[in-house]
């Protein structure tokens, strides 16, 4: 597959089937994510991957995250009940993924948290998965529970960027048109 295949027909995926994951295949797409650009080269990204048991505790910490977001989405999405109860849903079971990835980010000499870089590495872990036959989702509504989910999977001294629900795609969702005007050429006859 080209690169700009890959780039052009990934989708975030909110729905997968229950497929097992080889944690082989997992290593590689970590892997990948890892060779993505950072800041001076720090490539201070961290993450927690967790399936099973841990992986059901989690959703249950994503569940409480929801419940703190139900107002906000109830105002923006007036007269949408049925989207909202659709983001509960997908924040209780993650579409059915079966493993889910904790994105976090290191700190930068000048003592910021470096989200820019995992970013990054998020963005080529998602671009791995689809080349891979399997697809993602960038989460980060559940970061007001950051506190909770970090005592839960024990880290200490780095920010939780987003979590990513890996698995095979139970979903092809449609393509949406690209923006227009989101380019500004400077210098160019």
């Known amino acids: 597959m080209e690169f700009s295949e890959v780039v052009r027909s990934r989708r975030s995926i909110r729905k997968f089937r229950s497929d097992p994951i080889p944690k082989e295949k997992l290593e590689k797409l970590l892997e990948n994510a890892q060779w993505a650009v950072s800041a001076m080269n720090s490539q201070d990204w961290y993450f927690v991957v967790l399936q099973g048991e841990k992986k059901d505790g989690l959703l249950k910490i994503f569940t409480e995250a929801f419940e703190g977001m139900r107002p906000m989405l ?52 998602l671009l791995s998965a689809y080349e891979a036959g399997l697809g993602g989702v960038w989460t980060d509504g559940i970061l007001a529970r950051e506190k909770e989910i970090n005592a839960y999977v024990g880290v200490e001294g780095k920010k939780l960027v987003c979590a990513v629900p890996i698995g095979v795609p139970g979903e092809a969702p449609r393509t949406p048109p690209r923006r227009e005007g989101r380019v500004k050429w400077v210098g160019f006859d």
């Open 74 to 125: 109830e105002q923006a999405f007036a007269g949408k009940a049925k989207f909202v109860e659709g983001v509960k849903q997908f924040f209780a079971t993650c579409g059915g993924a079966p493993v889910i990835v904790l994105a976090y980010a290191g700190t930068r000499p000048t003592g910021e948290s470096d989200a820019a870089s995992t970013a990054s590495a998020v963005q080529v872990l």
